[in-house]
């Protein structure tokens, strides 16, 4: 499997992960309550999505010197550390997963594939004024609708639309960096800087809080 492991400070490192057919990586490290939810997921690509996103935050963990804590989701989907400690954030799409950790600060990571039908369902996620700067480039698109699953999962809660309350600044194709904000939330406040990466087909997106 291929990895690549970025410590982004003393305090946040990231892992991304190439998913290969048939591989089987140790799964030792993982805690009971984790063993059950992988044994309940049926689709052996979904499994592989899965498993791989937790050996990647384990990864990630290590690159900061921190024992795997176990993690478990709220009500929202979020994932937390079984011991409180630190904030996490997971992805996978086919062929890649993902994760984040950092020690402070609630994160959000975003993975997504470049596909050509992002064109036709802008309307669903984009607001108006961001209709209007994206080029008409699935790319571009994906880079703002990996953008607002960052901000998204960063914030954590359901209910936040991605149309309706996530407005991105202004970004051409080459960012490397995207602004964007909650707005008409308990979060109308805060403002996000997320990161771009773009890895063969794949646009990645992270934002820390
Ligand atoms: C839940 C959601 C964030 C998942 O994102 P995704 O791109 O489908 O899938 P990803 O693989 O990147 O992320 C999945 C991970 O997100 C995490 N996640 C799920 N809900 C979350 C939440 N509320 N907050 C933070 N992270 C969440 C989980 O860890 C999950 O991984 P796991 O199932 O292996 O534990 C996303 O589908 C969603 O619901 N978005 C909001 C709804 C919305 O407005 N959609 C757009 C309307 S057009």
Known sequence: MQTKIEKIDSSSALALKIIEAQENQPLDFLSFREKLSLANISHPEKKREWATARIAIHDALEALHIPYPGFYKDEHGKSHTMNGQGYVSLTHTPGFAGAIFHREQPVGIDMDLVREKILKIGFRFLDKSELDFLEQDP?????????????????????????????????????????????????????????????????????IW
């Not at 994906?142 to 209910?159: D, L, P």
């Not at 051409?172 to 909650?182: H, L, M, T, V």
């Open 139 to 207: 790319a571009h698109y994906t880079m703002a609708w990996s953008a607002k699953e960052s901000i998204f999962k960063c914030q954590g809660r359901r209910g936040v639309s991605f149309r309706d309350n996530i407005l991105l600044d202004p970004f051409d194709i080459s960012a490397s960096k995207i602004k964007g904000r909650i707005m008409g939330t308990d979060f109308a406040d805060h403002h996000y800087k997320v990161e771009v990466r773009k890895l063969e087909n794949v646009i990645l997106t992270y934002t």
